[in-house]
């Protein structure tokens, strides 16, 4: 079982394998993107390379009963997690830690994530229980977070 | 090295290709409200085209080279010519309508700047004109 670094994002407690995550940045400034999409806060640069630019995305655009999510949070904790498309940013509102053990068990996914949850029906990964306090955690998945914000397949995000 | 106008439209920080630039009609700043009468003719402001709020009450005001005509823009400040190297594309992953627009980042006095392909940016002048057109 591969550990797992987990966090709060958009309130709810998610978790990646430690692998997968590239680098935890914090939040510098933000470049807005014109008719970007509504969880997409901006791009960033990372590293040392002036160019070298990633999007930071905030999980709270994509409940959009909600009101949008802010441009920028001085100070955040950035994820930068790779997809199949390249790396994104996720904002985080907080780094729980870190879990070498956890158990598959039978949560409901709250509404404003389980578009950004791993359905693969893998045991372990549909949810799971914590040595990191008692709350479940639900794995974030990047494919389906590529085509919550539609840029799977080279679609558009919607209007 | 590529020549561009640096502005600010909004929240947006933008690099507009110096060639399509006719005329800086106004350099904006200052106390008195733009008075769209003087020009003769309703700018487009470039901020509420890219679906933002202007942040300035008295823009600075451009003369582009539209697809068909020219075309009077404004945007909340001016930065200056920048010179720098050609944009470097926008990450796959930068989720947005108009992947087009954008031709990619460059990096002016330290900060990120969008720069703007001017031929995608008329025709959503042009197109948001005509939808104007219709609304009338």
């Known amino acids: 079982m591969q550990g797992v670094l987990v966090f709060l994002a958009a309130g709810s407690r998610l978790a990646v394998a430690v692998g997968d995550v590239l680098r935890l940045m914090v939040e510098g400034p933000i470049a807005p993107i014109p008719f970007g999409h509504r969880a997409l806060a901006g791009i960033m640069r990372q590293g040392d390379d002036d160019d070298d630019v990633v999007p930071v995305f905030d999980l709270r655009g994509l409940d959009e009963g909600a009101p949008a999510p802010p441009r920028h949070v001085p100070g955040a904790t950035v994820a930068i997690i790779p997809t199949a498309i390249g790396p994104i940013g996720l904002r985080l509102d907080r780094l729980l830690g870190s879990a070498l053990r956890y158990v598959a068990v039978d949560e409901a996914i709250p509404g404003h994530i389980a578009r950004v949850v791993d359905r693969a029906g893998r045991a372990d990964t549909v949810g799971a229980s914590l040595d990191i306090g008692e709350a479940p955690f639900f794995f974030f998945s990047t494919e389906a977070f590529v085509a919550a914000v539609g840029l799977a397949d080279g679609a558009r995000p919607p209007r | ?136």
């Open chain 2, 1 to 136: 090295m590529e020549r561009s106008l640096g502005v600010d439209a909004g929240p947006y920080r933008l690099a507009l290709p110096l060639s399509s630039v006719r005329q800086i009609l106004d350099v904006g700043a200052g106390d008195a409200p733009l008075d769209p009468r003087s020009l003769g003719v309703e700018p487009i402001s470039l901020a509420t085209l890219l679906g933002a709020t202007p942040t300035s009450a008295r823009p600075a005001v451009l003369l582009f080279d539209g697809t068909a005509d020219p075309v009077v823009l404004t945007c909340c400040g001016l930065r200056g010519v920048i010179d720098a190297p050609a944009p470097r594309p926008l990450p796959r992953t930068v989720a947005c309508r108009w992947p087009g627009l954008l031709r990619g980042t460059i990096v002016h006095q330290g900060e990120l700047t969008l720069a703007v392909d001017a031929r995608v940016l008329m025709g959503l002048v042009e197109g948001e004109g005509a939808l104007a057109r219709e609304r009338s």
